[in-house]
């Protein structure tokens, strides 16, 4: 039996990964995608879509499937799943690690917040034009401003409770930063309410907003649950996984862990 990586996935960090280890011999890798984003895009190596049924669900497929290791590469703020892919990779005895590009220094005009709650507890003093940069989950915890103009930006149109002012940009990055500025002065946008998700595909809004000396409200990420091995980029992930996969032929000879 191959070796077999199982990466739970939706990032761009998860499809660089699925290309670099499908092109390795020997070696199966599959990706797995929640199914929220209608068109995820090319992925190498086997796909499979929908949810597990929680951690146990999860388990069961690791020991079912031959899993030889878990890498956790969804979204930052994929808290959910990043916690029952821990405890799952723990029940099942799989080695376990979660790829997490790093996140942004704060600037000096940033606000960080614990939740999409607590940003739009800032708003009423920061700004009534806001670029709402968050993605389309969590609207809700903004449709009670009824005085505050948004702007929307997302891959997929957002389900409601939405706010009742708001302008929907369909649109996937990466963007650029004159682009970005453009949008923020179309709008007349005096605040931007982002997460903390890294990476420079969405960094260039950061950048226009303080070249237009505009409020940043981030939310920070949440914590990792305890003991979890995190690796910031796809080159550690495969160094990681060169000490936890056998080498090729020793799983025919017998010993595979």
Not at 25 to 49: F, I, M
Not at 107 to 136: C, H, K, M, N
Not at 197 to 215: D, F, H, M, Q, V
Request: net charge positive; aromatic share 4%.
């Amino acid at each position: 039996m191959p070796a077999h990586v199982l990466i739970l996935g939706g990032t761009t960090e998860s499809r660089r990964l699925a290309t670099a280890l499908a092109a390795r011999p020997g070696l199966r890798v599959t990706t797995s995608l929640a199914g929220r984003v209608r068109r995820p895009g090319a992925v190498d190596g086997e796909v499979r879509v929908g949810g597990f049924g929680g951690a146990a669900g999860l388990a069961d497929w690791l020991r079912a499937h031959r899993v030889t290791a878990l890498v956790d590469a969804t979204h930052p703020f994929a808290e959910r799943i990043t916690a029952n892919a821990a405890e799952a990779a723990r029940a099942a005895g799989v080695p376990h690690a979660v790829l997490r590009r790093p996140g942004w220094n704060l600037d000096d005009d940033w606000f960080p917040v614990a939740s999409l709650e607590e940003a739009a507890r800032l708003l009423p003093r920061l700004g009534r034009r806001v670029f709402l940069s968050t993605g389309r989950l969590g609207l809700a915890a903004f449709a009670h401003l009824t005085d505050h103009q948004f702007v929307v930006r997302s891959v997929e149109p957002p389900e409601p409770p939405l706010p009742p002012q708001l302008e929907l940009v369909l649109a996937k990055g990466p963007f650029s930063l004159s682009g970005e500025v453009d949008l923020l002065r179309a709008h007349r946008v005096d605040v931007l309410v982002t997460k903390d998700s890294g990476g420079a595909a969405t960094a260039p809004k950061l950048a226009a907003a303080r070249s237009l000396s505009l409020p940043v409200v981030v939310v920070r990420r949440p914590e990792l649950p305890s003991g979890v091995r995190t690796l910031p980029d796809v080159k550690g992930v495969v160094e990681w996984l060169a000490g936890v996969i056998p080498p090729e032929g020793a799983c025919a000879a017998g010993t595979c862990p």
